[in-house]
């Protein structure tokens, strides 16, 4: 099984669309979470950190479930800018060190 | 501007041949990280550095090589002895202490290796 397994899409929904990815993740151990946004060919930059209670930045909304072990990003009212790759990160505290263990990404298209 | 420099964007190398990457940080982070990405896979971890002279493989750091000789950079090596070079190299860097985790990256390096 995948330490952190997410549906590849593509995910095409109509500019305006309320869209939603979920991610899956195994170690139980799992401390932190992210979601990252990669452009075609760029690097994969910080949208928002994602805590127990839940957190909501503008359009974005990112959930943690820890019983079931996901995290969910939730996009309301889609943009065509908002076509990306969105990857879910889980960091593993191992003592003083870090890992974040990165997901294969959700392929979003927005379109007209 | 602080950020993450990697050079160059593109690289093209003849098989069996060394290669290094360059990654500087102006951002004063003490971590420092080296990822590759392939199509259709997640990124995977190469080699960290949490201090100066000090360093630790990650899940693939067969056939690379680093070094930590100043805070600012940490150049990865590809050597010869990497099976499947040609891929996308990303840098990432943090502060350590607080409770913050997450990492922030350079533009990243395109190696082909023909």
């Known amino acids: 099984r995948k330490e952190v397994e997410q549906d590849p899409g593509p995910f095409n929904v109509p500019e305006g669309a309320t869209v939603a990815f979920n991610c899956t993740y195994s170690n139980s151990a799992s401390q932190s979470f992210f979601w990252y946004r990669q452009d075609c060919r760029k690097e994969p930059k910080l949208l928002m950190s994602?805590?127990?209670s839940g957190n909501e930045d503008g359009r974005f909304t990112a959930q943690l479930n820890r019983a079931s072990q996901y995290i969910s990003l939730l996009i309301r009212d889609s943009k065509l800018s908002d076509s990306a790759t969105y990857l879910c990160v889980v960091n593993l505290r191992a003592g003083t060190a870090s890992k974040l263990t990165f997901g294969t990404g959700t392929r979003l298209q927005v379109t007209l | 501007d602080g950020g993450i420099t990697q050079s160059p964007k593109y690289l093209f190398r003849k098989e069996g041949q060394n290669v290094t990457l360059s990654c500087e940080q102006n951002?004063?982070?003490?971590?420092m990280y080296w990822y590759r990405q392939d199509p259709g896979q997640g990124l995977r971890l190469i080699y960290y550095?949490?201090?100066?002279?000090?360093?630790q493989k990650g899940d693939i750091a067969e056939g690379y090589s680093v070094s930590r000789e100043k805070k600012e950079s940490f150049p990865l090596t590809v050597t010869s002895a990497q099976k499947n070079p040609t891929a996308f190299y990303l840098c990432?860097?943090?502060?350590?202490?607080?409770?913050?985790?997450?990492?922030?990256f350079g533009p990243g390096t395109r190696l082909t290796v023909t």
């Open positions: 994602v805590y127990s």
């Open positions: 550095s949490q201090i100066v002279n000090d360093f």
């Open positions: 990432a860097s943090r502060p350590l202490g607080g409770s913050s985790y997450e990492q922030y």
């Open positions: 951002l004063n982070h003490d971590a």
